[in-house]
C-alpha cells in the first residue's frame, strides 16, 4: 500500500510553512539577552565600533573595526536598508561560560541568520551565519500521509530539513530540527 499525499498551504501570503521558524519572536529576561538585542541592533545600523567593544580581548586584539566591517559586507552582500530584526533561538544546552542566539536580520533586499555566541559575562565570543537559516520558501507543500495522526514533509525536496505536522490532542504540531511549533488551523 502507497501513503497517501497532501498539500498543505501557509495562510498567510507572506510566511512559508518551512520558513515559520524564523520568524518567531522568542525573549527571556537578562541582561544577556538585553545585548543580544542591542548587537543585533548595531549589526543591522553598521555600529562596528559597539559590536567590536563588546566582544572578548582576543576579536579585539586581531580583528580592527574596520576589517569587522568589510568581513560583514563581504558575507551578506547587497542588502539594502536594515528593517527590523527578531531572536528566533534561545540557548537550549549552554555552558555556564557561553550562550548560542540565532537571530533574524531583515533588510531591504535580504534576510540573514546570525549565530551569536556569548560569554557569560555578555562579550561576544563567536558569530557566524546560520546555515539552517532561509525565507521565502515555498507557500505549499506536499506532504505523506504516515497515519491519521501524522504528515511528513520531505524537506530535501525543497532545499529544506525534514519536518512533520503532528495531530497531538487538542492541535497540530510542525516539528523540524529545530523544535516544535503550535500551528493554527
Not at 28 to 56: H, K, T
Not at 68 to 83: A, H, Q, Y
Not at 111 to 127: K, P, S, Y
Amino acid at each position: 500500500m502507497t501513503p497517501g499525499r497532501v498539500a498543505v498551504t501557509s495562510m498567510q501570503d507572506d510566511i512559508s510553512l518551512m520558513d515559520v521558524f524564523f520568524q518567531q519572536e522568542k525573549a527571556e529576561d537578562g541582561s544577556i539577552f538585553e545585548l543580544v538585542n542591542e548587537i543585533a541592533r548595531a549589526f543591522g545600523n553598521e555600529d562596528f565600533r559597539f559590536i567590536r567593544r563588546n566582544s572578548v580581548l582576543m576579536i579585539r586584539l586581531i580583528v580592527s573595526e574596520s576589517r569587522l566591517e568589510d568581513t560583514w559586507k563581504d558575507i551578506i552582500g547587497e542588502t539594502g536598508d536594515f528593517i527590523s530584526y527578531n531572536v528566533y533561538s534561545l540557548p537550549r544546552e549552554c555552558s555556564d561560560s557561553n550562550f548560542w542566539y540565532s537571530v533574524r536580520m531583515v533588510y531591504e533586499k535580504k534576510e540573514v541568520g546570525l549565530r551569536l555566541n556569548l560569554t557569560a559575562r555578555g562579550n561576544i565570543e563567536g558569530m557566524h551565519i546560520d546555515r539552517n537559516f532561509s525565507f521565502g520558501g515555498p507557500r505549499t507543500v506536499e506532504t505523506t500521509i504516515i497515519d491519521h495522526k501524522t504528515l511528513f514533509v520531505d524537506g530535501f525536496r525543497y532545499g529544506y530539513p525534514d519536518a512533520y505536522i503532528v495531530n497531538e490532542g487538542d492541535g497540530w504540531l510542525l516539528r523540524t530540527h529545530l523544535g516544535e511549533l503550535a500551528l493554527e488551523l
